[in-house]
């Protein structure tokens, strides 16, 4: 459990302790009520509490009576006036059916009585609830009431929600009901950040462009979208909208995606995104990163001595895209890329240390062991390690072991990972055998491994067995 839910889960216990001892109204103790993790958290905690319910002086409140462990006193909460609307939600989905069917009555009669206040408040809980063996009744309540409510505020209010799954749930249902045009269909597609939800309203898009052509309203409005699917379906609609010269200005775009779909539209209106894409990069006004990596994705390894020339550029977003280019075009030079572990871009350190990780033309040892070492910048440091720790062995394990002891917390918390990937009881440590130097650097390691463990890997190389009188150090 990490530390964000470990202290969350405190922060829920607590609750449940203090409404038990007779504290305040659970939405005071909640300041996150509308997450609905808190509510059924809340409803577990208060269920298995260790203290139990014997002398709680709120037992039969009935906010906290929906959340006894007898059944029969969960059931008879359900009969008072006014319970909780979430912990009803909750008790829907119940393990005793006695509770479920008490507590499905109210939930329907609350919604009848008032739609829009419960739907805006119950869906994310109810979302949530449908993934339990008996949460199904009410999501299926739900999502008829609001397909009955095409078109009305309130599930037009759901599309505003903050919560992920109630904007998908109202997307669909939305597009289910095909009340939306083209246009307003793009609109939400570029205006939604959640990728799922962007892509439900432009594959509706499309499919309505497709039925009824598309307009340059549109249109622009998904080629200014914030997803790479939608701006890729805007790019698409351009053939359609007779608008297919602007494709080439998306061969530069930020997601490869899109620059994937502008190629096909390029060449769907017997374009070149060859030319069109090194005119970019040789344009000092037009070339960016984006457009770098657009011509290596259209390159072959004659334009190699182009992507160089790009290593120098004042940009180092564009140097680093420089460096991934040449990876892809298979021309990976040690002699030539070794200096740019200096650069004072990381993103450019750490281009490098990719494209030279997995070919066998790579810088000395004895350089790298040299940048890993203090004094060097920290993004320096990193690419150099990952370098190490690519060719493996001795080298590698020396300068992992000493950065066990280092100043950069990430160096620490990487190399300790790595060395613990050594260990598997199922096959030998990937080190030299019978090597001395490996056992003395495993011997550093005990924080990591533990005596039994540097034991075990000892044997698996061929080393002697530690003197039981030393510690290690």
């Known amino acids: 459990m990490s530390g964000v839910k470990r202290q969350e889960a405190e922060r829920v216990r607590a609750a449940a302790e203090s409404l038990l001892r007779g504290g305040a109204d659970p939405v005071e103790l909640l300041p996150d009520a509308a997450e609905p993790h808190d509510w059924t958290a809340l409803d577990q905690a208060l269920r298995s509490s260790p203290h139990g319910w014997r002398g709680a002086t709120a037992a039969y409140r009935t906010d906290l009576a929906l959340c006894h462990p007898d059944g029969r006193i969960r059931e008879r909460a359900l009969y008072a006036p006014h319970p909780r609307p979430e912990f009803v939600a909750i008790r829907c989905a119940d393990w005793v059916p006695e509770v479920r069917r008490r507590a499905r009555h109210v939930l329907a009669g609350a919604l009848a009585a008032d739609p829009p206040s419960v739907l805006l408040r119950l869906t994310p809980l109810v979302l949530r609830l449908g993934r339990r063996e008996q949460g199904g009744w009410a999501l299926e309540l739900f999502e008829t009431e609001l397909r009955s409510r095409a078109g009305s505020p309130a599930l037009a209010a759901l599309h505003g929600s903050p919560d992920l799954p109630v904007r998908r749930l109202a997307a669909r249902l939305a597009v289910e009901a095909g009340g939306a045009d083209v246009r307003e269909l793009a609109r939400r597609a570029a ?8 892509r439900t309203w432009a594959d509706a898009a499309l499919a309505r462009a497709a039925a009824g052509g598309p307009d340059d309203e549109s249109v622009d409005a998904l080629l200014g979208g914030h997803s790479p699917m939608v701006r890729s379906a805007g790019v698409v609609l351009l053939l359609r909208a007779g608008r297919g010269a602007e494709a ?28 069109l894409t090194r005119a970019q990069v040789t344009d000092p006004g037009l070339v960016t990163a984006a457009a770098v990596t657009g011509f290596a994705e259209c390159a072959g390894r004659g334009d190699a001595p182009l992507l160089r020339t790009l290593l120098d550029h004042p940009a ?32 450019v350190a750490r281009a490098v240390s990719l494209s030279l990780r997995g070919c066998a033309d790579r810088p000395p040892v004895d350089r790298l062991v040299e940048r890993v070492g203090p004094g060097w910048p920290p993004h320096t440091r990193r690419a150099a390690y990952r370098l190490l720790r690519a060719r493996g062995g001795t080298p590698w394990l020396a300068a992992a072991v000493d950065l066990l002891a280092d100043g950069d917390a990430q160096l620490r918390r990487t190399a300790a990972q790595h060395l613990q990937s050594l260990w598997s009881p199922s096959r030998p440590p990937d080190l030299p055998s019978g090597d001395p130097e490996v056992g003395a650097l495993l011997d550093r390691c005990t924080e990591v491994f533990g005596d039994y463990v540097i034991g075990r890997m000892r044997r698996h190389l061929g080393l002697p067995q530690r003197d039981s009188t030393t510690n290690g150090h």
């Open 191 to 198: 205006s939604e950040h959640d990728p799922g939800t962007s």
């Open 248 to 275: 080439g200005r998306f061969l530069s775009d930020r997601s490869g995606l899109v620059r994937a779909c502008a190629r096909w539209a390029v060449r769907q209106g017997s374009g070149d995104p060859y030319a």
């Open 316 to 347: 180092g977003a564009v140097r680093a895209a420089a460096v991934a280019g040449l990876g892809l075009l298979d021309t990976h030079d040690a002699a030539l890329l070794e200096p740019l572990l200096d650069d004072p871009s990381p993103a």
